[in-house]
């Protein structure tokens, strides 16, 4: 059975393929009602949401490693640089899983580094645990 969450909550989801996109919102969507996820294609765009005054920052972002304009890392690297988005958690899901992309990912210190597994209930079941550890289980200071 799936828990529903415990307060509600903003997503943004850097993916640039469209049907991971989609099995990572409805992932976080089957779990209940009160999540907002938006998805962009790229760090552009990320970039670009993140430092609209107009929108309130989100909960947790999820970064692809490899994408156009602006890939995971330069985005992660831009996060983690602004004063104003550092303490965001930033994940990166992505389907590598090569030693040196992980040792750089944390160097540019994301949250956690996560595989994308093959497997589709496998895959659902690591965005579920993503949502179950940084949107319900750790507390983290209010903005």
Do not use: W
Not at 52 to 65: G, N, S, T, Y
Not at 80 to 91: C, F, H, T, Y
Not at 125 to 136: E, K, N, P, Q, R
């Amino acid at each position: 059975m799936l828990a529903a969450p415990s307060r509600p909550y903003t997503v943004l989801l850097a993916e640039d393929d469209p049907g991971d996109a989609l099995l990572i919102e409805e992932a976080f969507l089957v779990r209940g009602f009160g999540q907002d996820v938006h998805i962009v294609g790229d760090g552009v765009e990320a970039m670009a949401y993140l430092r609209d005054p107009a929108r309130r920052k989100p909960d947790l972002i999820i970064l692809d490693l490899n994408m156009p304009r602006m890939d995971g890392r330069e985005t992660l690297s831009a996060i983690k640089g602004d004063p104003e988005l550092r303490s965001i958690p930033a994940v990166v899901l992505t389907t590598s899983d090569a030693p040196d992309d992980v040792a750089a990912i944390y160097e540019l210190h994301a949250n956690a580094y996560v595989c994308k597994p093959r497997e589709l209930d496998d895959f659902l079941g690591a965005v579920h645990a993503i949502d179950d550890f940084f949107l319900d289980l750790i507390r983290r200071a209010r903005r």
